[in-house]
């Protein structure tokens, strides 16, 4: 028998293989899955139509420019006795509390020489100032105007939100 027999003689055999078996239980089985109910979907829920509004303006502001009516009619308060035009002054040299925000800084005591009252100051970094009535500190331009035995009252320089300035009072507590 030669190499090139060996082939045709297989393929026979192969195909003897594939004879078809029984499956007449699966083709029941598909059946019977095919006749059975099928599950039902749950319908989607209703989605509410919202409301449509209609944007009237008149007598309105126009919502895209500040409101600068309503803070021109505010009177705020005014540094040295009323000057209409308050505003810091930049020409002032700095001092070393203003570097802080004023929340950051904590009244630790009051001195006393004479007639002259000062208050001690700790900054974050726990080095210890010596401030008096007319020293700066915070970072909001805070001016001191008074100085008690546990607190250190500040009036404070801050942006109005039309392009000026106001005063706001802030104070120091002592920390016992």
């Not at 028998?1 to 499956?23: H, K, N, S």
């Not at 059946?31 to 749950?42: D, H, L, P, S, Y």
């Not at 010596?130 to 700066?136: A, L, M, P, S």
Request: glycine share 8%; proline share 10%; net charge negative.
């Amino acid at each position: 028998m030669t190499m090139r027999a060996l082939p045709v003689l297989l393929v026979p055999l192969i195909l003897a293989g594939c004879e078809r078996a029984d499956v007449s239980d699966l083709e029941a089985f598909i059946i019977q899955a095919r006749t059975q109910a099928k599950g039902q979907v749950e319908p989607l829920p209703a989605i509410p139509t919202p409301e449509t509004y209609h944007y009237r303006p008149e007598g309105l502001r126009d919502p895209f420019q500040p409101p600068r009516a309503r803070l021109q009619a505010a009177t705020p308060t005014r540094l040295d006795g009323g000057t209409p035009d308050l505003h810091p002054d930049a020409d002032r040299v700095r001092e070393p509390l203003e570097s802080y925000p004023l929340e950051s800084l904590t009244m630790v005591g009051v001195l006393r020489n004479g007639g002259e009252i000062w208050a001690v100051i700790r900054a974050p970094d726990n080095t210890l100032y010596r401030v008096r009535k007319g020293n700066y500190l915070g970072q909001n331009h805070g001016r001191i105007i008074a100085i008690g035995d546990n607190e250190v009252k500040i009036m404070e320089l801050v942006p109005d939100g039309a392009g000026g300035w106001m005063e706001r009072p802030n104070s120091l507590s002592l920390n016992e």
